[in-house]
């Protein structure tokens, strides 16, 4: 059977479905990924029988930076599916009855990220029937080839593309930009690797400032935080090396843009009221993947005395943005470890401080819609290994006043001048008990954004070294305790 036959023998199955991609583009492109896995019998036999495991401690890049085993490895799981697809069209055409009639269906196994395997580890697994009776079951088959076409040109010619682009190769046949993302994710969870590992990577969005940080990029560039500019994050895959300041005293992510920037003009990485320099984060709303991978790292590296806290919006969907980039999203979760940042800390805002502690009334808060509701009791619903109690009491305070507030409700607010004195400055910006406390500064002028988030700040700080310095007390003294064990 030619690829014509058997191309044209899926589009037959619906003359108005878009599946005649995989008849225009699939066959006619030189070297595509149909063509190349239409060998001879022998190689096909042979290809049937290969079997990858992932290597040990080989940390995969992009496509243009793969080594020649791992570009190898994800360009076979791709040719392995692929042959899988074509073996099992050749054996329906070949049994059809009397009438045309295909003799079985062609099953194409991929993860399901949204469940578990019997054993609770992996992903789940779902199958793509063909020919079925669900309606546009052609097409989503259609989608799946062509999103693996795509990936493999781009493993061959080793230049990553993104998920932006796949879509625009063609946005009649994919229909929406959600079917490339959840199609590039579900193939890589199926194969065990890392989105960029099959040539793909998302777009960056995600921003930093902090003179503290620079982004050393394997091209040779460099990525330089600045304390009152943003500079965007690079993908995971593009950076080399991470350049840190040793004085730098926390990280904090801010979840929206429009803060973040009013934070960069005001310098607030570098402000007199905090106790050490710091780096700012956004990832723009909900974060992308290259932002999580940066925090990610941070979790993973920086020592314990430097606090990771997080500001976000006194809703459902700003505590969401929390958990996913604490614990992860669900959509990601094969990719849990290399995503979720544990240390992250939650310092504001908080629906159950802004009358009480802020005195902001509830009149300049915003009521919850029926969407905001049903979020906040499906995250209750959820066990407190990924939403703690805590978290839990405050979507629980925006249910029973039904009202929510935005991060902006802080920073709309003015510090008058009369109601801040030189000791009140001292106090958010150092711990008077400690002797390198900082000389209080005069913030007039300031927002109360500034001020609420350097007092949350510097506690955070205050407490993560106090923490830091307890437990190397702690091993000091289990280590003499094994010295006089020792010679006694």
Not at 176 to 188: E, G, T
Request: hydrophobic letters at 35%.
């Amino acid at each position: 059977m030619t690829p014509d036959q058997a191309l044209h023998y899926i589009k037959s199955e619906d003359e108005n479905d878009p599946s005649a991609f995989l008849q225009g583009n699939l066959d006619d492109q030189s070297g595509s990924l149909i063509e190349n896995l239409l060998v001879e019998e022998a190689d096909a036999e042979e290809a049937s029988k290969r079997r990858f495991v992932p290597i040990g401690g080989l940390s995969l890049g992009p496509a243009l930076d793969l080594t020649r085993v791992g570009r190898s490895y994800a360009i076979s799981c791709l040719e392995n599916l692929t042959h899988s697809f074509l073996s099992q069209l050749v054996e329906a055409v070949e049994d059809e009855d009397a009438h045309g009639r295909p003799g079985g269906h062609i099953e194409l196994q991929l993860a399901d990220r949204k469940s578990k395997s019997q054993d609770g580890g992996s992903s789940g697994i779902k199958a793509t029937l063909f020919p079925s009776r669900r309606r546009h079951s052609t097409n989503h088959l259609a989608c799946i080839l062509a999103v693996m076409n795509y990936s493999h040109e781009a493993l061959v010619n080793q230049v990553p593309t993104t998920k932006r682009d796949l879509y625009y190769k063609d946005p009649g046949l994919f229909g929406k930009q959600s079917v490339v993302d959840k199609l590039v994710d579900d193939l890589a969870a199926t194969f065990g690797l890392d989105r960029s590992d099959l040539g793909v990577r998302a777009s960056s969005k995600g921003l930093f400032a902090g003179s503290g940080l620079t982004i050393h990029l394997r091209h040779g560039g460099m990525a330089t935080g600045n304390d009152h500019d943003s500079t965007l994050i690079p993908c995971d895959a593009d950076i080399s090396t991470l350049e840190i300041r040793e004085d730098i005293a926390f990280v904090l992510i801010v979840e929206k843009e429009a803060v973040f920037q009013t934070l960069c003009r005001l310098g607030f990485p570098c402000h007199p009221l905090l106790k050490g320099p710091g780096v700012l984060i956004t990832g723009k709303g909900y974060p992308d993947v290259a932002t999580r991978e940066l925090v990610n790292t941070f979790s993973n590296e920086l020592p314990r005395d430097v606090p990771i806290l997080a500001v976000v919006d006194a809703d459902p969907h700003g505590i969401e943005i929390l958990s996913v980039f604490k614990y992860g999203s669900l959509a990601m979760d094969h990719q849990r470890e290399r995503l979720a940042a544990p240390r992250i800390q939650w310092i504001g805002v908080f629906a159950s401080e802004l009358q009480s502690s802020l005195d902001i009334p509830p009149s300049e808060t915003i009521p919850l819609t029926k969407i905001d509701h049903k979020k906040a009791m499906n995250m209750l619903r959820r066990a407190d290994d990924c939403m703690p109690r805590g978290w839990k009491r405050e979507l629980s305070h925006i249910l029973h006043s039904r009202r929510k507030a935005e991060i902006e409700i802080i920073y709309n607010a003015t510090v008058p001048a009369a109601q801040v004195s030189r000791e009140d400055c001292l106090i958010y910006a150092s711990d008077p008990h400690e002797s390198g406390s900082i000389l209080p500064v005069d913030i007039t002028g300031s927002t109360l954004l500034v001020v609420y988030l350097a007092s949350k700040i510097n506690a955070a700080i205050a407490e993560a070294k106090r923490t830091s310095n307890d437990q190397e007390t702690c091993f000091q003294s289990g280590v003499d305790l094994v010295k006089e064990e020792t010679f006694s």
